[in-house]
């Protein structure tokens, strides 16, 4: 895997703060900011923040971060981007009080699968992981401090579309979420879909 440099990232939706303290990047939200596209809620908003950079058709990435989930929606993660409604974003998110790893996958219409998060996760740094091979993105997670990566979706998504990919937050409800993103890296995908 290669770190990515933030500088070789640009951004979509730049928040109100940004800065990299000790090789780490602290990023602020903006108020009421999100990506969804329609299902259920019917709205389409396009505004949450993203910094990012190329991703090939035959790669993954991987995003490390904490953060002080406290309203509602408030989310951080990795996400990749083909268009508007070409994209898919996962992380962790605070919904209904309790923090769940995400993913949503957009593919013209959003949709949103969520998983409990283990309660010794809660606090800690975690990584996500998204692998991009053939017609599909693997997406796993693992807590920093553990070395077992965690199955939590496989989601189709067109092989032959230019992607950008990087770190990705949001705060639906409100503004001012922090979040500390680690280092970023780029490598290989993953060789299998299940370990064995």
Request: hydrophobic letters at 45%; proline letters at 7%.
């Amino acid at each position: 895997m290669r770190t990515i440099a933030w500088d070789e990232m640009s951004w979509l939706n730049e928040p109100p703060a940004a800065t990299v303290e000790a090789e780490e990047l602290v990023v602020r939200t903006g108020r009421n900011t999100d990506f969804w596209h329609r299902t259920a809620y019917g709205f389409i908003h396009d505004d949450g923040h993203l910094l990012a950079l190329p991703l090939p058709a035959e790669a993954a990435i991987e995003v490390t971060f904490r953060a002080d989930f406290e309203a509602q929606f408030d989310q951080a993660g990795l996400m990749l981007r083909a268009a508007p409604d070409l994209w898919l974003k996962t992380g962790v998110e605070l919904s209904d009080g309790e923090l769940f790893a995400s993913v949503v996958a957009t593919t013209g219409m959003s949709d949103w699968s969520v998983s409990p998060l283990p309660e010794h996760a809660i606090g800690h740094a975690l990584t996500f992981r998204a692998s991009r091979k053939g017609d599909a993105v693997t997406v796993r997670y693992r807590i920093a401090e553990e070395q077992r990566w965690r199955l939590l979706r496989v989601a189709y998504f067109p092989p032959d579309v230019d992607v950008v990919a990087g770190p990705m937050t949001c705060s639906p409800t409100r503004d001012g979420l922090s979040v500390r993103f680690g280092p970023v890296l780029v490598g290989s995908p993953d060789a299998h879909l299940h370990e064995g």
